[in-house]
T-cell receptor, first 115, second 115 residues
Framework: GQQLNQSPQSMFIQEGEDVSMNCTSS?????WLWYKQDPGEGPVLLIA?????ELTSNGRLTAQFGITRKDSFLNISASIPSDVGIYFC???????????????FGQGTILTVHP | GAGVSQTPSNKVTEKGKYVELRCDPI?????LYWYRQSLGQGPEFLIY????????DSGLPNDRFFAVRPEGSVSTLKIQRTERGDSAVYLC?????????????FGPGTRLTVT
């Protein structure tokens, strides 16, 4: 099946720094989603992208839908301690298929922010 | 408004026992999804309901796993003859309609431990 690869696997940064992470696939995706998961909680949707080249912001977060449709990027500016968590990219498990809503997830990027 | 709720939050059971996990979706959401998340991994799709019917159960690992949604709202995931490998966090998500831009809203999960 389709797989999403996220990098880096983990990041250790100082408060105030900017963060970049990415997600790649061997196949084309028509939608990219970015979720954040805190310990003991379910993933929370941060940003949804629907068009190649699209750049969307949500506060200090900015995500881009890659032109090739095989990758996506998430940037966090001026990180703060509450940005700590695991960030997942996700996309439809069957690109162009009929199983609407079935998502496949990357393995996550663990972000640690030192005050 | 109220988000997706799941009960219990934690469940410890002995190998071979039967368990039921419950999900209450966001009111008005017609689509409901179950995922399983193992430690250090992203969520993996199990089954998706549109209304009362299972539209895609291709992610269920074997016939010990079964899910129902009899009235199109609350769903129950049932696991028979539990095995230690079933230990994971079981996440439920809902969306307004199937697809709905693939924007799924997750509950906090049920952590299942099989001893």
């Amino acid at each position: 099946g389709q797989q999403l690869n996220q990098s880096p696997q983990s990041m250790f940064i100082q408060e105030g720094e900017d963060v970049s992470m990415n997600c790649t696939s061997s196949s084309i995706f028509n939608t990219w989603l970015w979720y954040k998961q805190d310990p003991g909680e379910g993933p929370v949707l941060l940003i949804a992208l629907y068009k190649a080249g699209e750049l969307t912001s949500n506060g200090r977060l900015t995500a881009q839908f890659g032109i090739t449709r095989k990758d996506s990027f998430l940037n966090i500016s001026a990180s703060i301690p509450s940005d700590v968590g695991i960030y997942f990219c996700a996309g439809p498990a069957n690109a162009g298929g009929t199983s609407y809503g079935k998502l496949t997830f990357g393995q996550g990027t663990i972000l640690t922010v030192h005050p | 408004g109220a988000g997706v709720s799941q009960t219990p939050s934690n469940k410890v059971t002995e190998k071979g026992k039967y368990v039921e996990l419950r999900c209450d979706p966001i009111s008005g959401h017609t689509a409901l999804y179950w995922y399983r998340q193992s430690l250090g991994q992203g969520p993996e799709f199990l089954i998706y309901f549109q209304g009362t019917g299972a539209a895609d159960d291709s992610g269920l690992p074997n016939d010990r796993f079964f899910a129902v949604r009899p009235e199109g709202s609350v769903s129950t995931l049932k696991i028979q003859r539990t095995e230690r490998g079933d230990s994971a966090v079981y996440l439920c998500a809902s969306s307004l309609t199937p697809g709905a831009g693939y924007e799924q809203y997750f509950g906090p999960g049920t952590r299942l431990t099989v001893t």
